[in-house]
C-alpha cells in the first residue's frame, strides 16, 4: 500500500506562484509514474501532469504548459507541482497519484493509478 500526502496549496493572487509537493511512503519510489490531478467544484477531475518513473518524460494538459512544472526527487520520495503564473481557473483541489511502473496510453487518465492522496486547495483570486 501507498500512501501519498499533498501539501504546499493556499490561497494566491492571479499571476502568482506555487509550489505543491507530494510525498510518497512507497517503497523503491523510482519505479513509480506519479501524476497531479485537479477538481473544481461541479467540474470532472481533470489531468495536470505526469512524470514517468525513469523522470525523463513529463506530461501536461494544454492549459497548464509552459506554467506548470513537475519533477520528481526520489531520494526523498517527493513529487513536486511548481505552478506559476496562476489563473482563477486553475483553481481547485489538487491530488498526487501513484502508478507502479506506469502505462504511457492512461498516463493522462485517473483509471491508469492505483494510489491517491487527499488533496490540497489551491485558490486564486484577487
Known amino acids: 500500500q501507498v500512501q501519498l500526502v499533498e501539501s504546499g496549496g493556499g490561497l494566491v493572487q492571479p499571476g502568482d506562484s506555487l509550489r505543491l509537493s507530494c510525498a510518497a511512503s512507497?517503497?523503491?519510489?523510482?519505479?513509480?509514474?506519479m501524476a497531479w490531478f485537479r477538481q473544481a467544484p461541479g467540474n470532472e477531475r481533470e489531468f495536470v501532469a505526469a512524470?514517468?518513473?525513469?523522470?525523463?518524460?513529463?506530461y501536461y494538459r494544454d492549459s497548464v504548459k509552459g506554467r506548470f512544472a513537475i519533477s520528481r526527487a526520489n531520494a526523498e520520495k517527493t513529487v513536486y507541482l511548481q505552478m506559476d503564473s496562476l489563473k482563477p481557473e486553475d483553481t481547485a483541489v489538487y491530488y498526487c497519484?501513484?502508478?507502479?511502473?506506469?502505462?504511457?496510453?492512461?498516463?493522462?487518465?485517473?483509471?491508469?493509478?492505483?494510489?491517491w492522496g487527499q488533496g490540497t486547495q489551491v485558490t486564486v483570486s484577487s
Open positions: 512524470i514517468r518513473y525513469s523522470g525523463s518524460n513529463s
Open positions: 497519484a501513484a502508478k507502479k511502473w506506469g502505462i504511457l496510453s492512461v498516463i493522462r487518465s485517473q483509471s491508469g493509478y492505483d494510489y
Open positions: 512507497a517503497d523503491a519510489f523510482s519505479t513509480y509514474t
